[in-house]
């Protein structure tokens, strides 16, 4: 209940133990336990630290039907990156970059939004892409957000 309602988020893990009632080991095996059993997901920095071992970059519930189960208003916005997430993550690594929100096996660029969404965060970067809510089809790199539900 208390990741349902922050999520997705950059982790106080500090403040997350505290609300747990927890200590930072058993915080941190409830997280890994939490994963296995798919209830929720971790997205990690693609930096390869002994940091990102004990923090991960954020914390999203595993599928956007938990969202809906655990909390009474989903935000829209999360449900987008966690659906995304959940269908992007069975194909290739899935870490967060520096810009946007997604990056798929370490070039491919995704930042998910809305129909209004622009490429203003990612349009320097190569190989970027969005993942649009709300529209039909795609054109160039706007792809819409249904298409990555039949990745599987």
């Known amino acids: 209940m ?7 988020q950059t982790p106080n893990m500090n403040d997350l ?11 941190l095996r409830m997280l890994q336990l939490l994963q296995q059993a798919e ?4 997205l990690n920095s693609p930096t390869k630290s002994l940091k990102r071992l004990s ?5 999203y519930l ?3 039907n938990l969202m809906y189960a655990l909390t009474p208003l ?5 449900l987008r990156e966690t659906f995304f997430f959940n269908q992007m993550r069975t194909l290739g690594a899935v870490t ?3 810009k946007g929100d997604f990056l798929i096996d370490g070039h491919l660029l995704f930042e ?10 990612i349009k320097d970067e190569p190989d970027s892409y969005l993942a649009v809510d709300g529209i039909e089809y795609g054109l160039h790199n706007r792809i819409p957000l249904y298409a990555f539900g039949l990745m599987y």
């Open 17 to 27: 133990y505290r609300e747990l009632e927890t200590n930072r080991e058993q915080g």
């Open 96 to 98: 967060l970059p520096a």
């Open 55 to 59: 923090k991960p970059a954020k914390i």
């Open 74 to 78: 989903a935000n829209k916005g999360t």
């Open 62 to 64: 595993d599928n956007a």
């Open 39 to 42: 209830l929720i997901a971790l």
């Open 2 to 8: 208390v990741l349902s309602e922050r999520v997705p």
């Open 112 to 121: 998910v939004g809305g129909r209004n969404k622009t490429f203003e965060q």
